[in-house]
């Protein structure tokens, strides 16, 4: 995410934290050196002008508190700095005793619809009972998308494809939902371009048939600081209650996006890191920042551990742990470190850690974890429960049936062992200790 903004942000710390001397030239270069990397992610001269005076000011004027170096106080001037620039902190709770309607806003491609289920997800997973209502009347497809994207979940998708006044969709969708006690209702509106104003005025239409509690504007990450100029239009239609950036995952521009996101006074409350349905994460400037300069962000791990814990098959962790696990276990393990995602980006959520792990070796890892479980995936049930009665003739079956060399079956082999062995030589000490540093403060 941001990669090059987050490169030049490090490289910036690493050079300041160097110094042999801190005098002024230092400190002005580093500011240069944070310039450009904002500058670089598309963030607007006026705003990185005014960051970068304050945090150059500060740096030659404050004096450190007891106990903290010069150098380490210019980091967390930097990083009280960039956390101001992106915002203030904001929470999503909705009421549970009462149904709130989200109105989801935000032009054609911005990834909205997605984001509506990704939100219905996230949100149905923290116990609220959710309903969506599709008023997309002008995208083929919208409605269907909508539904195979939160079948999986058991979210219920309210739509009607040969109507064709959005107003009366979501009056009735609301209707239907309110007979069911959703507590929350997510409305996903057609994209809009911000001179379309027959479609704002459709949107206007909506927000006064249903009465919506929260606008929530989707904005796409690659448009970088247009997102200014983007949510001050929509919010004249409609009074914007919130941000959602998306597409930040591969953007070298959605640095720009967030800090003008954050210069409209809306709050921006998710930012979407990746495709999966569970890709959307709750914005923390703060966070943010601190893993952009490779701080880290530990509160983001144990959420993500929490949420994990909270699904985990209790008999199979007690078999892992135990050094019982079986090949199934071992499936379901590669199915729960997927679920977090990458490995890249759970390395980069552990403080100092990002720094010292070969990226290279971890994308290899997981292209070898990709492949253990396409392998397993050809393995009966009997071979999955009981691997010792593997023989040459099931393996060459397995190689062939998964598509892949022999060797690649029988190294999972050695590493499923060797895993096994561990686990049962600490009797799950190891995994309890991991968890345990997770979860201290």
């Not at 998708?157 to 609301?174: M, S």
Request: proline share 2%.
């Amino acid at each position: 995410m941001l990669d090059r903004m987050k490169e030049g942000l490090q490289n910036a710390v690493k050079r300041i934290l160097g110094a042999a001397v801190l005098d002024e030239e230092a400190v002005k270069e580093f500011v240069r050196d944070v310039q450009r990397s904002l500058l670089q992610a598309d963030v607007n001269v006026n705003i990185v002008m005014e960051a970068s005076s304050k945090i150059e000011k500060r740096a030659m004027s404050e004096t450190p508190p007891p106990g903290l170096s010069r150098k380490d106080h210019i980091v967390k001037i930097l990083y009280e700095e960039l956390s101001g620039l992106l915002g203030t902190e904001g929470n999503f709770d909705l009421p549970v005793d009462r149904t709130t309607l989200i109105l989801m806003i935000g032009i054609q491609g911005s990834g909205k619809t997605t984001v509506s289920a990704k939100l219905a997800r996230h949100l149905h997973r923290r116990g609220y009972r959710v309903g969506i209502i599709c008023t997309d009347t002008f995208r083929p497809g919208a409605l269907t998308q909508l539904r195979m994207l939160c079948e999986p979940f058991k979210i219920e998708v309210f739509g009607q494809e040969h109507n064709k006044d959005a107003a009366e969709i979501a009056g009735q969708g609301l209707e239907h939902f309110g007979s069911l006690g959703k507590n929350v209702v997510i409305i996903d509106t057609a994209g809009r371009h911000k001179e379309e104003k027959g479609l704002l005025e459709e949107m206007q239409g909506i927000s006064r048939r249903v009465s919506s509690d929260r606008a929530v504007l989707v904005v796409d990450g690659t448009i970088g600081q247009q997102c200014y100029s983007q949510a001050k239009a929509f919010h004249s239609a409609v009074p914007v209650g919130g941000i959602i950036i998306t597409k930040l995952d591969g953007s070298a521009r959605g640095g720009g996006a967030l800090a003008a996101a954050a210069a409209t006074g809306s709050r921006i409350f998710f930012i979407g890191t990746g495709e999966r349905i569970d890709d959307l994460e709750q914005f923390s400037p703060t966070r943010f920042v601190g893993r952009l300069l490779g701080l880290g962000d530990i509160n983001a791990l144990l959420e993500h551990a929490r949420e994990l814990e909270d699904e985990a098959d209790e008999k199979k962790l007690q078999r892992i742990m135990s050094g019982k696990m079986t090949i199934e276990d071992m499936y379901y393990q590669l199915e729960q470190v997927k679920k977090m995602g990458s490995l890249r980006k759970i390395m980069e959520l552990i403080p100092g850690i990002s720094s010292m792990v070969d990226t290279d070796k971890l994308e290899g890892l997981e292209d070898k974890m990709t492949l253990w479980k396409i392998i397993i995936q050809s393995m009966t049930k009997e071979e999955k429960t009981d691997p010792d009665i593997l023989s040459s003739s099931r393996i060459r079956r397995i190689s062939r049936g998964s598509g892949n060399m022999e060797k690649a079956v029988k190294e999972m082999m050695i590493n499923y062992r060797q895993s096994k062995q561990v686990m049962k030589a600490s009797k799950g000490r190891a995994l309890k200790q991991i968890m345990k540093k997770l979860s201290a403060p």
